[in-house]
């Protein structure tokens, strides 16, 4: 919607509409930096120029008031959010470089990775900068972040939400492109589109976690059956949906990464009632 409206001219409701970025993903906090570059670097009086980076920070305000009326707590979100994923170190190694463009054929489709390199070829010769630098910045703080281990980055998907529109818009001008150059059949269209969304489709279902939800539902009910749930003075789940099927508030995990041994005596050791829901998935960690 940022990039929309930027697109437009109307570049202070672009700067209102980024400030949100923050909210989907925490690198948007990042992102929001690097506008503000662009903001003051516009052809303005000095006094405006540098003003008008301040709306890139009206979102991140509105998140952290509501999160403190609704919580109670001021610094809700710096409590809350997943700064690191676990014990574990640096990931490091030369597969972080990698990560990034692995998960793109998942998101633009595979058919379509060639337009979005042709499209940001173009666009680094039309100078769409801000759109290249947003690009750029994200794909860097992927690497960072994955090599750090910070934010769960891995290989997921869930990643590139915030620049999404980016590569639909670099895509798009690659497609325009050849398209220019020699008009597509509309049945070749066709056929990209459906390889394309099959491809994502199926990589999506085929993940167990997305079944994890039917599972423990099943488990809750037979739970609730067994009068475990109404007499559980604690839940411990290894997946949020347990806590919001049951209307419980998460509490802090005592279990430890990726080592099962450990955290079977610490199951053992806690105390008469908590009822404990656990996957195979992510049970191991």
């Known amino acids: 919607s940022a990039l929309r409206v930027h697109l437009e001219g109307k570049t202070t409701g672009a700067l209102i ?4 970025l923050p909210t989907v993903r925490p690198e948007g906090f990042l992102l929001c930096f690097l506008w503000g570059f662009f903001a003051l670097a516009e052809r303005r ?25 609704i919580s109670g707590d001021p610094l809700y979100i710096v409590h809350t959010w997943p700064w690191s994923t676990g014990d574990r170190g640096p990931v490091g190694g030369v597969l972080s470089l990698f990560r990034y463009p692995k998960i793109l054929p998942l998101i633009v489709g595979p058919c379509f ?17 801000l759109l290249l630098s947003l690009f750029l910045l994200h794909a860097a703080l992927h690497v960072a972040f994955t090599w750090l281990n910070l934010f769960d980055a891995g290989g997921r998907t869930r ?5 999404a529109p980016l590569l639909a818009l670099f895509a798009l ?51 609730r059956r067994d009068g475990c749930v ?7 789940s290894s997946q949020t949906y347990a806590y919001v099927e049951l209307l419980r ?3 802090a995990l ?25 996957d195979r998935h992510f049970g191991p960690w």
């Open 45 to 69: 009086p000095l006094g405006i120029r540098l003003l008008r980076p301040l709306w890139l920070g009206g979102g991140t305000i509105l998140w952290i008031l509501a999160a403190w009326a």
């Open 249 to 251: 508030r998460p509490p």
């Open 17 to 20: 509409v980024a400030s949100l």
């Open 113 to 129: 990775v060639p337009f979005l390199i042709l499209g940001l070829v173009r666009a680094f010769r039309e100078r769409w900068f």
């Open 173 to 223: 001008r690659g497609w325009n492109s050849v398209a220019a150059w020699r008009p597509i059949p509309r049945f070749a269209s066709i056929a990209l589109f459906a390889v394309s969304f099959g491809f994502g489709f199926g990589a999506i279902d085929l993940s167990p976690t997305n079944r994890d939800w039917a599972a423990f539902a099943d488990s809750i009910r037979h739970a």
């Open 254 to 278: 005592p279990l430890v990464r990726n080592d099962r041994a450990i955290n079977l005596r610490i199951v053992r050791t806690l105390p008469s009632g908590t009822l404990v829901l656990w």
């Open 230 to 236: 109404q007499k559980a003075t604690l839940v411990l």
């Open 159 to 163: 990643y590139i939400v915030p620049v």
